[in-house]
């Protein structure tokens, strides 16, 4: 009979992954114990402390101390661009992802930025992007333990292969739109601490938003925008033989079929009143403190009733201490009466 090992993946969703922190805090007060982890967008940024930490529990407390901490105004960090003759705000962006139904997203883009365009430096329209991920960069290096990178919990990020420079973000948030374009995976374990920095900013790399990343010869941004089997990406921990996974979406239109993947027992947490909408850029981008609380402690209450994670865990017990208890409080009634036992 085949081990059992456990598997999370973690959605993208941006500032909405305070959410997942919140379910991972749950996670470990319940004893989950992943060996394999993969996430896409800010499910790779909350994975990667998982990954490095050998205690679940205190990779819990490191996360939520960590969004706690988050300053907004450093965050959400504009570039300093020479060359735009229109000034660059959230409104503007949101303005233009709010048109990707159509060509007016191009023709908006044309409209803000184009009429500067032939005034940009080469790297500036190679790596075309409001914001700055200059801090996100920092702090990843400030909260990730490179010197056991080889014990690591097993990793895999989602990075889209992208188009460079500013009419390529456009064309890429087209190929999310249509979902005609796959992500790709990375297993980060082997990779040098420094390329292990560059594949996590491309993964959060949304466009337009923030600047792609190159690597091994390719262009790539956010893993969100390869349609859901990028932005959760389920596929990495299934082939590294979890025979057990737990799922966490944020997205309001995000459908995970569990019996769509023959012999796997899966667990997904999904907020219980909705967060984030395909195309809110606000809700992508609110890192105010109010609201990060607020998601915190919506996912740790909705991880801890969330039925199916209590029956992963009967699962993954059966046969050991305290999966009689672990079934008691799935179907009722007290643990410790005779009839029971």
């Not at 114990?33 to 679940?56: C, Y």
């Not at 801090?135 to 333990?145: F, G, T, V, W």
Request: proline residues 4%; aromatic residues 8%; hydrophobic residues 40%.
């Amino acid at each position: 009979m085949a081990k059992n090992k456990l598997g999370l993946v973690l959605s993208g969703g941006g500032a909405c992954g305070a959410y997942e922190a919140g379910v991972i805090h749950t996670l470990a007060k319940m004893g989950f114990n992943p060996k394999v982890i993969s996430g896409a967008s800010i499910g790779a940024l909350n994975g990667v402390i998982l990954a490095s930490t050998r205690s679940m529990k205190k990779a819990a407390k490191n996360l939520e101390i960590l969004w706690r901490g988050l300053d907004r105004e450093e965050i959400l960090c504009f570039r300093r661009n020479r060359g735009y003759k229109r000034p660059l705000s959230l409104a503007s962006l949101q303005l233009l992802l709010s048109q990707v139904k159509g060509d007016s997203l191009l023709e908006a883009v044309k409209y803000n930025y184009g009429e500067a365009w032939e005034s940009f430096s080469e790297k500036n329209k190679e790596y075309f992007a409001v914001l700055d991920e200059t801090p996100i960069e920092s702090i990843l290096k400030s909260a990730i333990n490179f010197r056991k990178i080889s014990r690591w919990r097993e990793f895999y990020v989602s990075v889209f292969p992208g188009s460079e420079g500013l009419l390529g973000a456009v064309k890429d948030i087209f190929h999310w739109v249509f979902s005609d374009r796959k992500s790709e995976f990375f297993r980060v374990n082997s990779l040098r601490p420094d390329e292990v920095i560059t594949v996590l900013k491309a993964s959060s790399a949304l466009p337009l938003a923030y600047p792609g990343q190159e690597f091994q010869g390719q262009f790539y941004r956010d893993g969100g925008l390869g349609g859901s089997t990028g932005n959760t990406p389920i596929e990495p921990v299934v082939r590294a033989g979890c025979t057990h996974v737990i799922v966490v979406v944020l997205a309001d239109e995000a459908q995970i079929d569990p019996g769509s993947w023959t012999g796997l027992k899966m667990a997904v947490i999904k907020p219980s009143t909705s967060i984030l909408r395909k195309g809110n850029l606000r809700a992508t981008l609110d890192f105010s403190q109010e609201r990060i609380a607020r998601l915190l402690a919506l996912g740790k209450e909705d991880a801890w009733r969330c039925r199916e994670l209590w029956e992963l865990k009967a699962d993954l017990l059966a046969g050991r201490p305290f999966a009689k208890l672990v079934d008691v409080i799935l179907h009722g009634g007290n643990p410790l009466s005779k009839s029971d036992s």
